[in-house]
């Protein structure tokens, strides 16, 4: 801890670096609650999604199972050829947003595939999107992890050690000054009943 100078014009220092810590602690703590939220509300709906992409995954392979035919959608029948996002922001923290993707499909003999392989290749390109906008849903809760983290260690240094630590050399400043103004009204005094002692031999 840094030594402080026992004087008035640091007691000052003091007293407004405390004001600041007080007015801004409040705004931090909001930020770190609104941060938690978002979080969980964030991760809420990453496992929503993933439970959608596990059904539909389910559901293509019941598809598979029933048809009989599991060579007919081939690996590559579906691809991923462009993901779109745009930027929110949450809590000043920059975060990528899901709006859709692009696929391409791998060609195939129309009059040798099956018809349940357009279909099937609807299926996977919504569990596609699916698994790409929970990606970026786990993109959103980590950014906001980190930002809570450093929201946090500013909370707790605020609430930890730059507000007591304050308000204790406050209190040694004052009472220093106050030690130091009773000597002198002591001093003070002294010299008066020196001066009028002196006054009154002199009279005698």
Avoid: C
Wanted: charged share 30%; glycine share 4%.
């Amino acid at each position: 801890m840094a030594k402080i100078k026992l004087t008035k014009n640091e007691l000052k220092s003091q007293k407004d670096a405390l004001k600041m810590y007080q007015r801004y602690l409040p705004t931090l703590v909001l930020k770190k609650q609104q941060l938690q939220m978002e979080i969980r509300t964030i991760d809420a709906r990453a496992k929503e999604v993933r439970a959608a992409r596990d059904a539909l995954e389910k559901e293509f392979r019941v598809w598979i199972a029933v048809f009989g035919e599991s060579n007919a959608f081939k690996p590559g029948t579906v691809t991923v050829r462009n993901i779109r996002k745009t930027t929110g922001n949450i809590a000043g923290v920059e975060i990528p947003v899901y709006q859709g993707a692009d696929f391409s499909r791998g060609s195939y003999d129309l009059f040798e595939t099956p018809l349940w392989v357009d279909m099937a290749a609807d299926r996977m390109e919504k569990s596609l999107s699916l698994d790409l906008e929970a990606g970026v849903l786990d993109e959103q809760v980590r950014l906001l992890s980190k930002e809570l983290r450093t929201t946090t260690q500013r909370v707790n240094l605020f609430e930890k050690v730059k507000i007591p630590d304050t308000k204790a050399d406050i209190k040694k400043i004052s009472v220093y000054l106050g030690d130091q103004q009773v000597a002198a009204v002591v001093r003070s005094k002294i010299s008066k009943k020196k001066l009028q002692s002196a006054a009154a031999g002199g009279t005698t």
